[in-house]
């Protein structure tokens, strides 16, 4: 863990260029925007070999060193250690317009 | 963008922002508002169709930000000042900078129901609610019109729309207006570390799952897409998207960035068609058109470039 811990604040003190410690909360602290989100996330499903999915998208799991790590930790728990497969989306094919009924409610 | 109003007033950090976002100017129609600016561009886009307003058998207006009064008709209204008498005039909206979609399902959905319409016009004015146009740390907001016509031919074919939602950000960014005065609306964004890290995370998996599903649907990779296009929020949310995708975006969005701003649902088509100007896109290339809003929407837009059904 100590070890997670380490490798992960050396990447969050590179990203955000400054000494970040493990308790260090840079939401709070402002040092936070969107490509670094997608930074710190790629970061985390490629060295740990898992999928961030959007149910694993609570604050508390990324907002310090030691929150990611536990999330690691979790997650790689409960996949047995492996890599798991993103999951696919496949959008509803698109079809023609269909023929509509209504039931009509007058004003009253 | 050094004479941007509110910047004197903004905290140091949001000021850095604001100037960080890859927007050297906007331009303000202070003589026009929203349904004056797309007035203007319908008239332009029938023009360019070789049509006149009473072509249009269908009006589909992208509801405004902030409409001028209420109870009133912005979309009749638009249709009185268009002269479009006979046209099916209404509105569609909800869903920010992503409201151009429903407009193009409508669309789609109307031609495809009605063999006997021929001509829909799509029309969208964009001005910001607000007397101040920076909204941190998005973009800056710039003011302009922006018309389609969808047609059975063309010159530019729209294939397919995708679209996803979730209410869970309805109101991530707002702006309160009950019992205030207009000058002290403000955009805010109620939670930025749900903005900058949940949404954001969330829009990487969405727009990677709808590009993977369209562009199957379609027996194609993302080699055989010519050019992606976004919206103009930001040069950062160019690179996000770029990351998010591991594609490149067409050099025309950086540039109506700088000199234009974001122009909500505006954005994708005036991109494509600056990038058709400017032969980024030559004929039978495809593109996908990018949209997305924290309200929050996800829309992908798959179109060719080539005679056939289509917009102008």
């Known amino acids: 863990m100590n070890s ?17 410690r493990p308790e260090d ?14 930074e710190l996330v790629t970061f985390v499903e490629e060295r740990f070999r898992l999928t961030v999915e959007v149910e694993d998208l609570d604050l508390e799991n990324f907002r310090t060193a030691v929150g990611v790590a536990g999330f690691v930790a979790r997650k790689t728990a409960g996949a ?27 004003l009253r | 963008m050094g004479e941007l109003p509110e910047l004197a007033g903004l905290p140091p950090a949001e000021r850095s922002v604001c100037l960080g976002l890859g927007i050297e100017r906007i331009r303000t129609g202070r003589e026009a508002d929203a349904v004056g600016l797309a007035e203007h561009a319908a008239h332009r886009a029938l023009a360019a169709a070789g049509l ?35 046209a099916l005039t209404f509105t569609v909206g909800g ?15 109307l031609l495809a129901a009605d063999p006997e319409l021929e001509h829909v016009l799509v029309a969208h004015g964009s001005t910001p609610a607000t007397q101040g ?23 530019v074919r729209l294939l397919d729309i995708v679209q996803e939602t979730n209410g869970k950000y309805w109101d991530l960014f707002q702006v309160a207006f009950r019992d205030l005065p207009s000058d002290s ?14 949404l954001a995370v969330e829009t990487r998996n969405r727009l990677t799952a709808l590009l993977d599903g369209l562009l199957t649907r379609h027996g194609m990779t993302r080699r055989d897409v010519a050019g992606y296009i976004t919206q103009n929020l930001s040069s950062g949310s160019f ?7 591991g594609v490149h975006v067409l050099p025309a969005c950086r540039d109506n960035l700088r000199e234009l701003g974001h122009l909500g649902p505006n954005d994708v088509f005036l991109n494509l068609y600056t990038a058709l100007e400017r032969k980024e896109l030559a004929e039978g290339d495809r593109a996908v058109l990018i949209n997305v809003s924290p309200v929050a929407a996800w829309s992908l837009l798959l179109v060719e470039i080539g005679a056939g059904e289509s917009t102008q």
């Open chain 1, 80 to 106: 047995g250690g492996a890599a798991e497969p993103a999951d696919v989306h496949e959008p509803a094919a698109a079809e023609p317009a269909p023929e509509f009924t209504t039931d009509y409610e007058p």
């Open chain 2, 52 to 86: 006149t307003a009473q072509d249009a058998d269908a009006l589909i207006v992208v509801e405004s930000r902030a409409p001028q009064t209420l109870l009133s008709s912005e979309a009749t209204r638009l249709q009185e000042l268009l002269g479009s008498r006979d």
């Open chain 2, 133 to 155: 146009r920076y909204r941190h740390p998005v973009t800056v907001n710039g003011d302009g019109g922006g018309a389609l016509v969808l047609s059975r031919t063309g010159s």
């Open chain 2, 239 to 245: 690179g996000f998207t770029e990351e998010s995708l």
């Open chain 1, 4 to 20: 997670t811990i380490g490798e992960i604040t050396e990447f969050l003190t590179v990203a955000l260029r400054q000494d970040i």
């Open chain 2, 95 to 109: 869903l920010g900078c992503v409201s151009l979609t429903p407009a193009l399902l409508t669309a789609r959905g």
């Open chain 1, 25 to 38: 909360d840079y939401f709070a602290l402002g040092l936070a925007d969107s490509l670094f989100a997608l």
């Open chain 2, 185 to 198: 609306w403000r955009e805010r964004c109620q939670d930025p570390a749900t903005y900058s890290f949940q």
